[in-house]
C-alpha cells in the first residue's frame, strides 16, 4: 500500500507563503474530502492542523490552510514562523483501506 | 482534556509477542473510533488497525493482518493491541490516535510507545 507523495523538503524565510503537495490517485484524494495534515515537531506526537482537505480544528492558527485540486492536496502556511519548523504529512481515505499517510515534509524556517 | 497514553512497548525477538495498551481519559471513550498509527524511527508515518465504538469493526493494514489483533474495553477506557509473530519491519513507535468524530482523520493522539524487534 503506497503513501501519498510529499515533497521531502521545503523551505521559506520567516514571513514568507509556503506550500507543501500531497499527491494521490483517483482511490484516495481524488475521490474522497477526507484529506487530513499533520504538524510533528521532533520528539513529538503528530498535531491535527486541517481535517476535511480545508477545515482547521479549534486552536489552530489561521495561517495554516489547506486546498485540494483533482488528485493533489496542498497545505499552505502564511507568514512563515520559527515554531512552524517541523515535519508536515498528509491523509486521506483510501478506497482499499481506510487511511493512508503521506511521506512527509520537512519545513525548515531559515 | 483529552489524554491518551501508551504502553506496553519494548524490544523482543523476531517471532515474538507483544501486547500494547492505551489508556484513555478526557473524553467518552466509548463515542469514537480509536486507531494505531505507527512511526518508524526516522521515517514516515503507516496507520495499522482501527476499531469501532464497540469493538464489532476492526480493520488493518495488509501487512500485519492475521499476525495483530486489536481490542478495546470500553469498560476500563482501554484499547490494547495485540502483537504476534512480529518482524524486524514492525519496530517503529506506536501511537493510539482517536477518530474525528463526525469525518474521517485523528484528533488527538498519545505521546507513543516504541517497540523494537531484534535477537
Redesign the interface.
Known amino acids: ?1 503506497s ?1 501519498l507523495t510529499q515533497p521531502a523538503s521545503v523551505s521559506g524565510s520567516p514571513g514568507q507563503s509556503i506550500t507543501i503537495s500531497c499527491a494521490g490517485t483517483s482511490s484516495d484524494v481524488g475521490s ?1 474530502n ?1 484529506v ?1 495534515w ?1 504538524q510533528q515537531h521532533p520528539g ?5 492542523m486541517i ?2 482537505v480545508s477545515n482547521r ?1 479549534s486552536g489552530v492558527s489561521n495561517r495554516f490552510s489547506g486546498s485540494k485540486s483533482g488528485n493533489t492536496a496542498s497545505l499552505t502556511i502564511s507568514g512563515l514562523q520559527a515554531e512552524d519548523e517541523a515535519d508536515y ?1 498528509c ?1 486521506s ?1 483510501r478506497s482499499s ?8 515534509t520537512k519545513v525548515t524556517v531559515l | 482534556e483529552v489524554r491518551l497514553v501508551e504502553s506496553g512497548g519494548g524490544l523482543v525477538q523476531p517471532g515474538g509477542s507483544l501486547r500494547l495498551s492505551c489508556e484513555a481519559s478526557g473524553f467518552t471513550f466509548s463515542g469514537y473510533w480509536i ?1 494505531w ?1 505507527r512511526q518508524t524511527p526516522g ?5 495499522v488497525a ?1 476499531i469501532n465504538q464497540r469493538g464489532s469493526e476492526k ?1 488493518y ?3 500485519v493482518k492475521g499476525r495483530f489483533t486489536i481490542s478495546r474495553d470500553n469498560a476500563r477506557n482501554s484499547l490494547s493491541l495485540q502483537m504476534n509473530s512480529l518482524r524486524a519491519e514492525d519496530m517503529a513507535v506506536y ?1 493510539c ?1 482517536r477518530g ?1 468524530s463526525t ?10 510507545t516504541l517497540v523494537t524487534v531484534s535477537s
Open positions: 500500500q503513501a474522497y477526507y487530513s499533520f513529538k506526537a503528530p498535531k491535527l481535517y476535511d480544528p504529512y491523509g481515505k483501506t481506510p487511511y493512508v499517510f503521506g511521506t512527509g | 486507531n498509527v521515517k514516515g508515518l503507516e496507520w482501527t480493520y493494514v495488509d501487512s501511537y490516535a474525528l469525518t474521517v482523520g485523528f484528533d488527538y493522539w498519545g505521546q507513543g
